[in-house]
């Protein structure tokens, strides 16, 4: 177990410490029975406060009645630290897993190695931050949790006592690792086949680098908000909030957009999956445009080609829960079928094709949970630049393209849905490649997840018999969205 392990790794060598982030409201809801903060807090207990520290986040959105009568995991819809980085010395490996026995077992997720002390110090100084102003967690082993839960910011206050000045000092804390000034502007780091150093376009041995690397984040509950704006099923975001608080969701929207034009138009391909589809409306759309038929050279040409990949309801992590978290599963069928329909409205049913991958069934011998999340974008074949404009998309350019593998790829913990873009704390990167190699890598890790998907023929078959979605759904799909959270 990985707590064990890293119990022998603090007894092995005194020098080791070790600082862990986790969520509050997912990290203590099994209390009084055993739970994560019940189980890391011995660690403290056994080695002490200068060698472990446990903290757990607690969004500022959850506080009050709300807190009060709202079930667990269903409180998880306002808000979680949902950050998957676990770095040692000088290495980073960025996934969407958590650490429990199922990601180990029977739960398909991406894990993805940085050998960069660039990129690791950059997301090591907001793993720093966060945790400066997250709870700490004590062993409490004379009572029925076993633990306790301090704030010991003297500064900042507690988000449960005054969530509004926690918000205020928590954007001035944050602000300058997102927005960082022209002089620090080098977060990204470039990394030349295995290696890696510090800047955007050269390697340590001043050659051009084949690779860069874009660390992105999602801290919006962490910023004050703008004004919020109407979504387009009623509920209020404050979009502009987000616009400055996250580099996440501005990336991928600026990469789905490049699609749309030349050189990338009309021969680049891409893979969108989320285990949760729920993605939200502007990004919906920007998807479909990629796609869409447009008349380019004097004739209407198809854009990009694109696979959405998402779990089966049977690959749900939630697929047999007890109470209203069992709903999960047939909600987000809800969210996938609007999607299909959207398709096939903006006249792009030729170019995105939707997926679900299914292994077995959950609870069931063999069965697997799908929690991968990304996006993969191939590029047509390097040509001339006085040519490429006017190459007509043909079979075998289009197979050329695949073979190449892809170029770019966003990996991290966000499932891209729109609690993740508004309500979690997210950390991701964007990774920019020309190296051969690594383009097979990726090209593999794509057809992997495929060996288990199965295309969605059409809305009919989300909506035939035994996956109708109830109206009890709906009810209470409505009721989160009319209180704020989001799913």
């Not at 056994?46 to 506080?63: A, C, K, Q, W, Y």
Request: hydrophobic fraction near 35%.
């Amino acid at each position: 177990m990985p707590i064990d392990t890293i119990r022998t790794a603090l007894r092995r060598n005194p020098d080791v410490s070790i600082s862990i982030l986790t969520d509050a409201l997912r990290g203590t809801r099994e209390a009084p029975e055993p739970s994560c903060a019940s189980l890391l807090a011995p660690l403290v207990s056994e080695f002490g406060s200068d060698r472990v520290e446990i903290r757990m986040f607690h969004t500022p959105n959850l506080t009050g009645i709300k807190k009060r009568i709202l079930p667990k995991r269903i409180n998880e819809g306002w808000g979680l630290q949902h950050m998957k980085l676990y770095g040692v010395d000088d290495e980073l490996i960025m996934s969407g897993a958590n650490l429990s026995s199922d990601y180990f077992t029977n739960r398909q997720d991406r894990y993805h190695v940085f050998s960069s002390s660039a990129i690791t110090a950059y997301f090591a100084r907001i793993h720093d931050t966060v945790c400066s102003i997250s709870f700490d967690i004590q062993p409490e082993p004379d009572t029925p949790a076993k633990f306790s839960m301090s704030w010991l910011n003297e500064t900042v206050p507690s988000p449960l006592a005054n969530p509004k000045g926690y918000v205020e000092h928590s954007s001035t804390l944050l602000s300058r690792l997102i927005r960082p000034s022209a002089s620090s502007r080098s977060t990204a780091s470039s990394l030349n086949g295995s290696q890696s150093s510090t800047g955007l376009s050269k390697s340590s041995t001043g050659e051009m680098s084949d690779t860069t690397v874009y660390p992105l984040s999602q801290l919006t509950p962490l910023f004050t908000p703008s004004p919020p704006e109407p979504s387009s099923r009623g509920s209020k975001i404050a979009s502009s909030a987000a616009a400055t608080s996250s580099t996440e969701l501005p990336a991928l929207h600026l990469i789905l957009r490049a699609l749309q034009k030349p050189p990338f138009f009309p021969n680049a391909t891409w893979t969108f999956t989320a285990g949760y589809f729920n993605a939200p409306p502007q990004l919906q759309t920007l998807l479909l445009r990629s796609a869409a038929p447009q008349y380019y050279q004097g004739r209407e040409q198809n854009g990009a080609r694109g696979r959405v990949l998402t779990a089966h309801p049977y690959a749900n992590g939630f697929f047999g829960s007890a109470g209203i978290s069992g709903m999960l599963p047939s909600a987000y069928t809800l969210f996938a079928s609007r999607f299909v329909r959207r398709i096939s409205a903006a006249g792009a049913d030729s170019n995105i094709s939707l997926f679900e991958w299914r292994k077995g069934m959950v609870g069931k011998p063999d069965g697997w949970t799908y929690h991968a999340k990304g996006l993969w974008v191939t590029l047509a074949p390097a040509i001339n630049p006085q040519t490429s404009y006017q190459k007509k998309r043909t079979p075998k350019a289009e197979e050329e393209a695949q073979d190449a593998g892809p170029s770019l790829t966003l990996v991290g913990s966000s499932n891209y849905t729109s609690r993740s873009a508004t309500l979690d704390l997210e950390a991701n990167a964007l990774i920019l490649t020309t190296n051969h190699g690594l383009r097979t890598r990726l090209k593999q890790e794509e057809e992997w997840l495929f060996k288990e998907a199965t295309k969605v023929e059409g809305v009919r078959e989300l909506e035939m018999e035994g996956r109708k979605v109830g109206w009890r759904v709906r009810l209470a799909l409505w009721v989160v969205d009319l209180v704020g959270g989001a799913l």
